[in-house]
Structure formats: C-alpha cells, structure tokens
C-alpha cells in the first residue's frame, strides 16, 4: 500500500513554528493548489484552490522558519495523516487532515530581506537528512548539485 502525496503550491501565511517542551521543533504551513479547469464545449474557464496543512519537524522547522515565507512556492513530498481529538472546553469531536512532508524544497529562489526572490536556493530538506543531523550524526547522502546553466549538463 502507498500513501504519498506530492504539492507544489504557494505558502498562504508566515509558518508558524514552534518547539514542544522536549525542546524539538515543529512548524505548520498552509499551502494552497490551484486547478484551472477548462470546459471546451462552453469556453468557460475557471479555477479550484485547495488548501493543504502541512507538517515539518526538527530540521525541516528550522529550513521553514528560515526560508519559507508567505507567498513563496514550495515543493512537497509527504503522507496524509489524519487526526482526531476531543476539545476539552465543549466536548465536542475534531478532526483534521495533514501532510506529514518528508521532503521540501523550496522554488523561485531564496526571499531576500527586500522581500523580492534572488537567484540563490538553499539545499532541500528531506525527514531522513533533518533527523540524524538534529542528533548529530551525519547522513552518507548529500543533496545533489544541479549546474548553474545549461552549458553545465551532462548531455
């Protein structure tokens, strides 16, 4: 069985990051897809936005907090994990659906500080490679290097 789900979206609000009392870090991102449908027979044109939850953790919270602002385009590979909860004041049961990311990448170039993307981008982050750095050992994979221009590739 395979449960993997794949966005490129564009990050809806600032991350919101935070650290659990075990001191490891966590960030939430709301990334909205859009799909733009066109109806040949009535010309019509029109568009679905979907927004999706997604969950980083360690390593990844902190490439978010850095990185990933409100508006950037982001890349996602991660699973769908559901929750389900009793709020305590009502009594009432909620329920939510997330992306558990496995790997982000970010697109369009790094924000810089007057707010416009550079051409620079910061190496992705996967689930694998944040975790073992977090607890100090080091992965035998590093993040490939893409050539700078079209002259560069291999073929």
Known sequence: MVNKVILIGNVGAEPEVRALETGVKMARLRIATTERIYNASTG???EHTE???VVLWRGQADFA??????GSQVYVEGKIRSREWTE??????????????DEIRLLGGQRRNDGHY??????????A???PAQQGMQTGTAAPQLPKDADDLPF
């Open 129 to 131: 490679a944040a975790q």
């Open 88 to 101: 305590e004041a009502t009594g009432n049961k909620r329920y939510a659906i997330e992306i558990l990311a």
């Open 65 to 70: 907090e850095k990185y990933i602002h409100k």
């Open 118 to 127: 550079g051409d620079q981008r910061p190496q992705p982050q996967t689930q």
């Open 44 to 46: 019509e044109k029109r």
């Open 51 to 53: 927004w999706h939850t």
